[in-house]
């Protein structure tokens, strides 16, 4: 039997990322924030979408730089992302007072964090109003590893990665590979 609630946008798993952009000037090293809205969208050109409150200081930064960085956080992280959830740019030095690392991007002015193994460089191409979110999506210009986090011939290890997803409001991490992309297909004759 199927229990209808109202209507919600509880997608599981959820990824949550660290979404940097840069800062107002020479010395200000930039800011970032916890995204839990964020997804791939389109695959040429490459373009991932995140939905920030109009409200949030690192709206303001990527709607006048029209960049940013997608940051995978491992779990180690987990406490940075829930207070970079929290402080905001307008009173914290997120990246001095969380003790993280600003990276220079290759190809935009937003930093990369360091420490969380997967960044995603991005120019905003899209900006569309929704409604409590704008969503900006991004198009991936370059994107960096950890080389502990790739394997002899530069593919992503996942088991390397330890992805943080929010779940009704508890952080979880992904468990065991239970498939290959298209084996059952495969199987079928496909
Ligand atoms: C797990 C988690 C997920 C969040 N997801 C979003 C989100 O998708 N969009 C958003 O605007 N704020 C989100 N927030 C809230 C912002 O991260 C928070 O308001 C932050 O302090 C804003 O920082 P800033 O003012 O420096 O930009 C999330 C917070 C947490 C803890």
């Known amino acids: 039997m199927k229990i209808e609630r109202r209507p919600t946008t509880a997608l599981i798993p959820n990824p949550v990322v660290l979404v940097s952009a840069a800062g107002r000037g020479p010395g200000d090293a930039g800011n970032f924030l916890t995204i839990g809205w964020v997804g791939t969208v389109c695959s040429t050109p490459p ?16 709607a006048a730089s029209r ?23 307008r009173e914290h030095d997120k990246f001095a007072e969380l003790g993280l690392t600003a990276l220079p991007g290759s190809k935009v002015g937003a930093p990369l964090i360091a420490e969380c193994p997967i960044n995603f460089e991005c120019v905003v191409r899209h900006q569309l109003a929704l409604g409590s979110h704008d969503l900006f999506i991004g198009e991936v210009v370059a994107t960096h590893y950890d080389e502990e986090v790739l394997d002899g011939r530069g593919r992503l290890k996942p088991h ?17 590979r239970i498939g290959l992309q298209g084996a059952a297909a495969k199987a079928r004759g496909k």
């Open 47 to 62: 373009m991932v979408g995140v939905a920030i409150r109009p409200s949030r200081f690192s709206h303001g930064l990527i």
């Open 67 to 89: 960049e940013f960085v997608v940051n995978v956080p491992d779990a180690r992280h987990l406490e940075a992302v829930d207070v970079a959830g929290v402080w905001s740019g």
């Open 160 to 176: 390397a990665v330890h992805p943080i997803t929010l779940v009704d409001g508890e952080y979880w991490s992904l468990g065991e």
